[in-house]
């Protein structure tokens, strides 16, 4: 099947995953959705002529879309009949706290990642606003803060197909690490995770003990769990086994979305890992195909098992819980931590103030980030 696949969100990360997915073989059409087309054509561009230059000949173009006008997203969107959406549209960039002042800068990184869920989810929201709109059902896949939005939008009946990257990003290094230790080929072991984003993002750079998460390690599809020193499998990683983060480190997630992508439109039936699948808060393994993914856990975990470990994680981010109309209740840690570092403080996140505490977020950092000048 050959697919019709609009990106939406083509920064810093969405253009790396534009560069991968014209790569994949196959006569998919490529629509680049974006407000400003005098900077978005050129670097469109760029991922053609690299495409063409290794041999592959997609079609790729580019269209005006602004999220802010959900009606002239949802006549583009109907317009092109996308098949696949593909999401990195975000309010704030990875480094977005790159102006502020080091000390700030720094108690943000360590912060739990939830309250500054608005500048995340507002423009995501209004995306799925639109394709309802629209009348076309593609499959949607979101690669911004997806274990948190998808349970959010999934209380309004609006949660994307599938998120990208987050814990999938860890499965290579796991991998080597486990056959390191197993001194077996890499293509003999395997690990099936359940872990929310707090989790994964701490694994690649410091220990996770005490923390919730699930590990099945396989050996030759065998189950060999018990005997496996989990800690040392998982201590490798931001050591012999660390990667490079900041804005280089988006390739890994650019490359975990280009093998979700992959696997939907070659119908691979792969199993894979994904952070808020099916609706769902944290991230879980699944198996992907021509019509989205299924949750795959192995039968060492039950599915009521795997949502306690990730509503714990998600609880680690500062999402205390979601409301059934879609509100999100922050902890008090985390309230007032921003409170203290930004002068911020919401408790309560209803669907309807998105947008108005987004604003407020932007302005807090604006005015943070003058104060040093």
């Known amino acids: 099947m050959n697919h019709r696949v609009l990106f939406v969100g083509p920064g810093d990360l969405g253009s790396l995953m534009?560069?991968?997915?014209?790569?994949?073989?196959?006569?998919?059409?490529?629509?680049?959705?974006?407000?400003?087309?005098?900077?978005?054509?050129?670097?469109?561009?760029?991922?053609?002529?690299?495409?063409?230059?290794?041999?592959?000949?997609?079609?790729?173009?580019?269209?005006?879309?602004?999220?802010?006008n959900i009606e002239q997203a949802a006549e583009t969107i109907a317009h092109f009949q996308p098949t696949i959406?593909?999401?990195?549209?975000?309010?704030?960039?990875?480094?977005?706290?790159?102006?502020l002042p080091p000390s700030l800068a720094t108690q943000l990184a360590h912060a739990p990642m939830g309250p500054r869920?608005?500048?995340?989810?507002?423009?995501?929201?209004?995306?799925?606003?639109?394709?309802?709109?629209?009348?076309?059902?593609?499959l949607v896949l979101n690669a911004i803060y997806p274990d948190v939005i998808h349970p959010v939008l999934q209380k309004v009946g609006l949660a994307p197909t599938t998120g990208i990257g987050d814990l999938a990003n860890n499965i290579p290094a796991i991998r080597l690490a486990l056959a390191s230790s197993l001194n077996e080929p890499f293509e003999q072991v395997d690990v099936r995770l359940?872990?929310?984003?707090?989790?994964?993002?701490?694994?690649?750079?410091?220990?996770?003990?005490?923390?919730?998460?699930?590990?099945?390690?396989?050996?030759?599809?065998?189950d060999i769990t018990l005997h496996i020193d989990t800690r040392s499998v998982f201590e490798a990683l931001p050591i012999t086994f660390q990667r490079t983060g900041g804005d280089t480190?988006?390739?890994?997630?650019?490359?975990?979305?280009?093998?979700?992508?992959?696997?939907?439109?070659?119908?691979?039936?792969?199993?894979?890992h994904a952070p808020g699948p099916r609706g769902l808060p944290g991230g879980y393994p699944v198996l992907v195909h021509n019509h989205g993914i299924e949750i795959a856990l192995p039968h060492q975990?039950?599915?009521?098992?795997?949502?306690?470990?990730?509503?714990?994680?998600l609880r680690l981010d500062g999402i205390e819980r979601i409301e059934e109309d879609g509100t999100v209740i922050f902890t008090d840690e985390a309230t007032t931590l921003y409170q203290d570092i930004l002068g911020y403080e919401c408790k309560r996140l209803p669907l309807t103030e998105v947008e108005e505490r987004a604003q407020e977020l932007q302005e807090r950092y604006t005015m943070l980030a003058h104060l040093t000048h």
């Open 18 to 68: 534009l560069d991968l997915f014209l790569r994949i073989p196959g006569k998919h059409q490529f629509l680049v959705g974006g407000r400003h087309l005098d900077r978005l054509q050129p670097r469109v561009n760029l991922s053609l002529f690299s495409a063409l230059q290794l041999g592959y000949t997609p079609e790729v173009k580019c269209s005006f879309l602004d999220l802010n």
């Open 301 to 313: 975990i039950s599915m009521h098992r795997a949502l306690q470990i990730n509503h714990a994680g």
């Open 117 to 138: 869920l608005p500048l995340h989810l507002s423009l995501v929201y209004k995306l799925m606003q639109a394709v309802k709109l629209s009348g076309v059902k593609p």
């Open 249 to 272: 480190g988006l390739l890994m997630t650019a490359a975990s979305a280009m093998a979700m992508f992959k696997g939907i439109v070659q119908d691979s039936h792969e199993l894979m």
């Open 85 to 99: 959406v593909v999401c990195a549209a975000t309010r704030q960039r990875l480094g977005g706290t790159q102006s």
């Open 194 to 222: 359940v872990m929310a984003r707090a989790v994964s993002y701490r694994l690649s750079r410091a220990s996770i003990d005490g923390l919730p998460f699930h590990a099945t390690f396989l050996a030759n599809g065998e």
